[in-house]
């Protein structure tokens, strides 16, 4: 199904990609004709890998739509579909991708173990679309209840984060809790077997488990939690490719507003791709604010700081991290190709 943007919002879309441009160091007006011509460097861009989850709204759009096989009709572009951020950054490191999108823990468990990656741009704060779960005839009633509890999640995932926020929060230690290290899918199993007591996990297996067994929402990421999303790239395609990622973001931005402006084609869209209920697609977008794609800006790594800190003050990471240290700053010479024409 084709995208379509009136003319109207098209002009509005482009006055905010115009800004963005601005906050990257691009100057002058953007002209996506230019940007299409994605080569940065002069090295032909032959492969484009991307990462991406279910809850990547944007990402999926533009692969339903097969929006980057018609922007990039010289490049093969691979969609490779992961379980959590995780899996996702360590395929990133390894050279299995160029593009992926996370949640914030990740890339700190990544960079701690000197996994050569970049930050290349973020979405808006998520809070409401993480929750810790709770069964509905649980004991556990407050934050502090957790204390010597089994509580699943996926290891270094944003739901790890909000566990740690929450654990935080309660007066608690971390080793006053049983994290159970477990992926998204046998997490679910294990909550309902009900062989552990709660579950922090995210959208969409959060809207799933939500209708399918009504548990009960002990916390969402709402004064816990920013639930930040990143953008990452291989620093080697960053270098490369700084107008490919340019593109990127410009399609990013224009997938979202898509489904701001369409939302049950989106819906349809998103469940065709992922098998979830159409349901469970509407629920979570429901909770997920507006999310063009934005630079990294000095609040965002200061926010990204602090989720640091906070594993490496627990031993959950081995080392100090600066998450300034690999957060990419394209220079307006490269970018600037981009507007020329």
Do not use: C
């Not at 909550?191 to 969402?220: G, M, N």
Request: without cysteine; glycine residues 8%.
């Amino acid at each position: 199904m084709e995208q379509t943007i009136t003319t109207g919002s098209r002009r509005s879309l482009l006055r905010v990609l115009a800004v963005s441009a601005g906050l990257w160091g691009l100057s002058g007006p953007i002209a996506s004709n230019a940007w299409a011509q994605a080569t940065g460097t002069g090295k032909p861009l032959t492969q484009l890998r991307i990462g991406y989850q279910k809850s990547a709204v944007n990402l999926v759009i533009l692969k339903q739509q097969a929006v980057l096989e018609k922007r990039f009709p010289n490049t093969q572009i691979k969609w490779i579909d992961f379980p959590a951020g995780p899996q996702l950054l360590e395929a990133l490191a390894v050279g299995s991708l160029e593009f992926g999108l996370t949640g914030d823990s990740p890339p700190v468990f990544a960079q701690a173990a000197g996994k050569d990656l970049v930050y290349v741009g973020a979405e808006p704060a998520k809070p409401e679309s993480s929750a810790i779960l709770v069964a509905k005839d649980s004991a556990i009633h407050t934050l502090a209840d957790l204390k010597g509890k089994k509580i699943a999640l996926q290891k270094g995932s944003s739901a790890h984060y909000l566990l740690v926020s929450a654990v935080e929060k309660a007066g608690l230690q971390w080793t006053d809790i049983q994290p159970i290290y477990l992926t998204p899918a046998d997490a679910r199993a294990a909550f309902e077997r009900k062989s552990v007591d709660a579950w922090a996990i995210w959208d969409p297996f959060y809207a799933s488990t939500e209708l399918a067994l009504s548990p009960r929402v002990l916390t969402t990421g709402i004064g816990l939690s920013s639930n930040n999303s990143f953008y990452l790239a291989s620093r080697a395609f960053a270098t490369d490719h700084p107008e490919a990622l340019a593109a990127l973001f410009e399609e990013l931005s224009r997938a979202d507003q898509f489904v701001q402006q369409h939302r049950s084609e989106a819906i349809k869209l998103i469940a065709g791709f992922s098998g979830l209920d159409a349901g469970v697609v509407s629920l979570f977008l429901q909770r997920r604010p507006p999310s063009p794609v934005g630079p990294i800006t000095p609040g965002t790594v200061q926010a990204q700081q602090r989720v640091a800190d906070s594993f490496q003050k627990l031993g959950l990471i081995p080392k100090p991290i600066a998450v300034a240290e690999i957060v990419w700053s394209p220079k307006a010479t490269h970018l600037a190709k981009t507007t020329a024409q």
